[in-house]
């Protein structure tokens, strides 16, 4: 028997466009940053280091608004972390998705993420993402460490693998998200929700 589906609205205007706007920041940061590396030559270093600066600014800044958008609308109740049905969510994803059973914790207005995307996104924005800002900012004051009293003693080359390191993580993250946006009730389903703020969810 088909699972029988209703439409709910799950995604504001604000939400959808810091999604996007974050998801377009984080690709040409990484590109950018790869080629800083000398992973390859595109744009040349100057025009990369340019693009990668202005890019890093404007993602600080809308992760603030991020932060006081989430503080304001409650919308930070949804990245609370929970382990409850945690084991139903992993094993579905490990077996259930490829036989075609139902998501255990299905999308609501109430609870738009499972318990997986919860400790998924929380330790993005609270550890990831703050750490990620951290060590790019202090890559770009190298030069001014000892005008704030700190000592260059502390290794370049350590801050400048550590954001590195964390770069490869927004990418690998990047690769999954993609891929579990596939995964839906239809290929397309899940982008068109973060492109509409509209979802076919689960009847409950």
């Known amino acids: 028997m088909a699972t029988e589906l209703k439409r709910v609205y799950l995604y504001s205007r604000f939400e959808r466009f810091w999604h996007w706007v974050q998801a377009l920041l984080i690709i040409v940061l990484a590109g950018t940053g790869f080629?800083?590396?000398g992973a390859y030559h595109l744009l040349g270093y100057e025009r990369a280091h340019e693009i990668h600066e202005f890019c890093a600014w404007s993602w600080f800044v809308l992760y603030a608004f991020?932060?006081?958008?989430?503080?304001t609308t409650g919308e930070w109740r949804q990245y609370i972390p929970t382990t409850k049905r945690m084991v139903d969510v992993c094993t579905y994803y490990c077996v259930g998705i490829f036989q075609g059973k139902d998501h255990p914790v299905p999308k609501s207005e109430q609870v738009k993420h499972n318990p997986l995307q919860?400790?998924?996104?929380l330790g993005i924005s609270l550890i990831i993402i703050p750490a990620q800002m951290i060590t790019g900012f202090l890559y770009l004051f190298y030069n001014d460490w000892p005008a704030w009293g700190w000592s260059q003693a502390l290794s370049l080359n350590v801050v400048a693998l550590i954001h590195t390191i964390l770069a490869f993580a927004f990418?690998?993250?990047l690769v999954v998200h993609i891929y579990m946006t596939s995964t839906g009730?239809?290929?397309?389903?899940h982008m068109k929700a973060m492109?509409?703020?509209?979802?076919?969810?689960?009847?409950?």
Do not use: C, P, Q
């Open 118 to 121: 919860r400790m998924t996104y």
């Open 195 to 204: 492109l509409t703020g509209w979802e076919d969810v689960k009847e409950s």
């Open 185 to 189: 009730h239809n290929v397309w389903a």
């Open 35 to 37: 080629e800083l590396h």
């Open 66 to 71: 991020i932060i006081f958008w989430m503080a």
């Open 171 to 173: 990418v690998a993250f």
